[in-house]
């Protein structure tokens, strides 16, 4: 199984780049992991959230394959503790996901063509985190994730 992490917008700041790179460099030793910043819209001054959501979406949509598993990272998905989140990674293996696609969307949230395409939904927390927080946040828990799969003494219950 490969996991891609499909993000609008490029990392803004040097320590969650920082960050992020760490977590993605110690999952590599587990899975096959893609991270894919999708460049983020210019000149947005005159469009509304739905119509910067929809050019999003068209952005989004573009890079995804149709055997693609696609989990949205969205307040208003299943909230997991880590152990279910390394369970569900689980079940997607063996169930013979090739292509695990999670995707965070930009700060107005995803389109209505996005939902549709969405496999599922997964949030992160009950509280709101800015889209660029959320990136460090997923790596971390992917990692945490592997390890408690593996039996690993990263995460202690």
Known sequence: MKITL???GKTEEAYLREGI???LNRLRHYIRIDF???TELKNTRGLSQDQQRAKEAELILK???PTDQVILLDEKGTTLTSPQFAEFLDKKALGSVNNLVFIVGGPYGFDESVYRRANDKIS???M???HQMVRLFFAEQLYRAFTILRGEP????
């Open 154 to 157: 990263y995460h202690h219950p």
């Open 21 to 23: 790179s760490i977590y």
């Open 36 to 38: 894919v910043e999708i």
């Open 63 to 65: 890079k995804l394959l």
């Open 124 to 126: 992160l927390s009950r």
């Open 6 to 8: 499909l993000l609008v």
């Open 128 to 130: 709101t985190f800015s």
